[in-house]
Nanobody
Framework: VQLQASGGGLVQPGGSLRLFCAAS????????MGWYRQAPGKQRELVAT???????NYADSVKGRFTIARDNAKNSVYLQMNSLRPDDTADFYC?????????WGKGTQVTVSS
């Protein structure tokens, strides 16, 4: 399973970005998908996850600002990020669980700065 993430970039505080991740490879269906992030000098942390049935889970720091969604037909997951703050600056990683195994995509960098 390969995960390809895109959509990162530089945005001003208060701005928005939309991250996109598509899964490819040999599998019947994807399990939980999610986004994690790692800021410089910090550990990787959960941002949001979404189960196959659409049930979502968010880190407290992003609740009300970020929205995760998935398209099972396209094997993809999205992260809409609004009201971005400088402390959201990080490398964002797409994650998927397939048949009990965890897969990671390469990070996409998000920088929030004026």
């Amino acid at each position: 399973v390969q995960l390809q993430a895109s959509g990162g970039g530089l945005v001003q505080p208060g701005g928005s970005l939309r991250l996109f991740c598509a899964a490819s490879g040999t599998f019947f269906r994807l399990g939980v998908m999610g986004w994690y992030r790692q800021a410089p000098g910090k550990q990787r942390e959960l941002v949001a996850t979404i189960a196959e049935n659409g049930r979502t889970n968010y880190a407290d720091s992003v609740k009300g600002r970020f929205t995760i969604a998935r398209d099972n037909a396209k094997n993809s997951v999205y992260l809409q990020m609004n009201s971005l703050r400088p402390d959201d600056t990080a490398d964002f990683y797409c994650n998927a669980v397939v048949y009990g195994m965890e897969y990671w995509g390469k990070g996409t960098q998000v920088t929030v700065s004026s």
